[in-house]
C-alpha cells in the first residue's frame, strides 16, 4: 500500500467528533486482520458517546463507529479464519474469554471486554485494524449497507431468541427506533401478525407503519391495556421494551395477558420503574432480558440475506465518511433512522 495515512472520524471528547488525517494502522499482533472499510452506519450509542456529560463510555483520541462491513486488506501471521479480499462483518466487543461471565457461557456480559469504536479504534476510517477471531465472513453478493446492520441485527436475534415468539402471539413492541424498527422486520420475518407498536413520537409511529406495524399506540396518550382491547379485543402475549425509559415496565405489565413474557432489551441506567410486583404475580410474568450479542452474528448474517428482512427500509440516509457530522446532527434531531457512511468516498458508495 503506498498510502500512508486516511480519513477517520475521531471522538474528541466533549461531545466532539472530527474527520482527520491520520497514519492507517498497521498490523502488530500475530493474530491482528487490517480491514478496509466499506460501509459503517451510525448507531443510537455513538449518540450517547457524544452527549455532554457522556452518556457512554468513549476514550478520547479513538477512532469511533462500530457496524461495519469490510474487506480484509492484510492478515498477521497466524491468522488462519480469513485471507486477504474476504469480505467479513465485525462484532465488535472483544471478550476477556476467562472472567467469571466468559467461563459460564456469557461472554457477552463479559466485565474486561474491550470495544471497538468506544476505546479501540473503530470503523469509521478507511481502515481498522481487529483481532481476527472478531471477524464473521459474509457472502460476496451481500450490499454492505446492509451487512454493516448485520451488529443491531445480532443484538435482536439474542433477544428474539430469548422470548421465541410464535406466529399467532400479539406482540407489543415499544419504541420504533432503529432498534425497534429491526424488532419490527424481524418479527414480520418470523410470520407474527400482529405487531402493535408504542411509540410517543408521531414521527416514529409513521415509520413504524412503514415498516409494517399492524398497529401503533401513543402509550402516553392511553393505558395500553384499553388501547390494546380496542385493537385486538385481547392483551398481549409478549411485550419488547425496546427504549429502557422509566414508564415502559410499568405500561407492558398493564398490556400482558395471564402468562406473557416481556424482553427488556432497551437500556438507560439514568431510568426507574415504578411498578407494582404483585401485577407480575396475578399474572405469572416472566420478565426476561438480554444483552449485547451471544453467539447471533451467524443467524444475523443468515437473515441478512432473506429478501423479506428488507432492513433497507430503515435506511434513510447514505453520506461520505467525511460528512459525518451532518449524520449526526440528523440522527440528533431525530430525522433519521438508520445513516451508513462510506469511507471509501462517493466512488465506494457507488460500490457498495
Ligand atoms: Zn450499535
Ligand atoms: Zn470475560
Not at 28 to 47: K, Q, R, Y
Not at 201 to 217: H, P, T
Not at 293 to 314: G, K, N, V, Y
Request: glycine share 10%.
Amino acid at each position: 500500500m503506498d498510502k500512508k495515512t486516511m480519513q477517520a472520524a475521531v471522538f474528541e471528547g466533549g461531545g466532539v467528533i472530527r474527520v482527520r488525517e491520520i497514519p492507517i494502522p498497521r498490523i502488530e499482533a500475530a493474530d491482528d486482520v487490517l480491514l478496509h472499510v466499506e460501509a459503517a452506519s451510525i448507531c443510537g450509542s455513538d449518540l450517547h458517546i457524544l452527549k455532554v456529560p457522556q452518556g457512554q463510555r468513549g476514550d478520547p483520541g479513538t477512532t469511533m463507529g462500530h457496524e461495519f462491513a469490510a474487506t480484509v486488506e492484510a492478515v498477521g501471521s497466524s491468522v488462519q479464519n480469513v485471507a486477504p479480499g474476504d469480505r467479513v462483518v465485525v462484532e465488535p466487543n472483544i471478550r476477556c474469554g476467562v472472567c467469571p461471565a466468559c467461563r459460564s457461557g456469557h461472554e457477552n456480559l463479559c466485565r474486561n471486554a474491550q470495544n471497538i469504536g468506544q476505546w479501540k479504534n473503530g470503523g469509521f476510517a478507511e481502515y481498522c485494524v481487529v483481532p481476527a477471531k472478531q471477524l464473521h465472513p459474509i457472502p460476496p453478493e451481500l450490499p454492505a449497507k446492509l451487512a454493516a446492520l448485520a451488529e443491531p441485527l445480532a443484538c435482536v436475534l439474542n433477544g428474539v431468541r430469548r422470548i421465541r415468539p410464535l406466529p399467532f402471539e400479539r406482540v407489543a413492541l415499544f419504541g420504533a427506533g432503529a432498534i425497534g424498527l429491526i424488532f419490527l422486520r424481524v418479527l414480520k420475518v418470523c410470520g407474527v401478525r400482529h405487531v402493535a407498536v408504542c411509540e410517543t413520537m408521531e414521527s416514529r409511529r409513521r415509520d413504524a407503519v412503514r415498516c409494517g406495524a399492524d398497529a401503533v399506540i401513543d402509550p402516553s396518550k392511553e393505558p395500553l391495556a384499553e388501547a390494546l382491547g380496542a385493537c385486538w379485543g385481547e392483551l398481549a402475549d409478549i411485550a419488547i421494551d425496546a427504549v429502557g425509559a422509566g414508564p415502559v415496565l410499568a405500561q407492558a405489565i398493564d398490556g400482558m395477558k395471564c402468562g406473557g413474557r416481556i424482553l427488556v432489551f432497551g437500556q438507560d441506567g439514568t431510568q426507574r420503574s415504578s411498578i407494582r410486583p404483585a401485577d407480575i404475580n396475578i399474572k405469572e410474568l416472566t420478565i426476561t432480558a438480554t444483552l449485547s450479542t451471544l453467539h447471533s452474528f451467524p443467524p444475523a448474517i443468515e437473515l441478512l440475506q432473506d429478501p423479506a428482512l428488507q432492513l433497507d427500509r430503515l435506511i434513510t440516509h447514505e453520506l461520505p465518511l467525511d460528512e459525518i457530522e451532518t449524520g449526526i446532527a440528523l440522527m440528533r434531531a431525530r430525522e433519521a433512522v438508520k445513516i451508513v457512511l462510506y469511507p471509501r468516498g462517493a466512488d465506494g458508495q457507488r460500490r457498495a
